[in-house]
């Protein structure tokens, strides 16, 4: 069974590059998908299907990242494992601390 979730990661301060975050909606890979199949696939779960999707317009960015997982896991539960998956990932470029919100939504609910 699958079940479908929109990632929604809101960059609380400027980033130093947009443009190594942003993807045209519809594009299947990015440094974003990555965090987030990261994050599942760390869980023993399978995504099988992701995408961004048309995020906001605004400032400081707002994006939003389609995923299908093959699996069972609730959004709580999914949000801390993206959020500990962007801190791993923050630490690797040397930024102990991107400020960023993540939400998530289920969309079989």
Known sequence: MSNSYV?????????EDEDDLARDPG???GPLIDIVRKAVEGEG??????GYLPGPKVFPPHFLIGVEIKG?????????????QWNIKA???ND????????VQDLDD
């Open 7 to 15: 990632v929604s990661i809101r960059l609380e301060g400027p980033p």
């Open 27 to 29: 594009t299947k890979e």
């Open 72 to 84: 069972d896991i609730n959004t709580e539960r999914l949000k801390n494992i993206v959020q500990e």
């Open 96 to 103: 102990p601390y991107i400020p960023v919100d993540i939400t």
């Open 45 to 50: 779960l399978t995504v099988e299907d992701s």
């Open 91 to 93: 630490q690797e470029f």
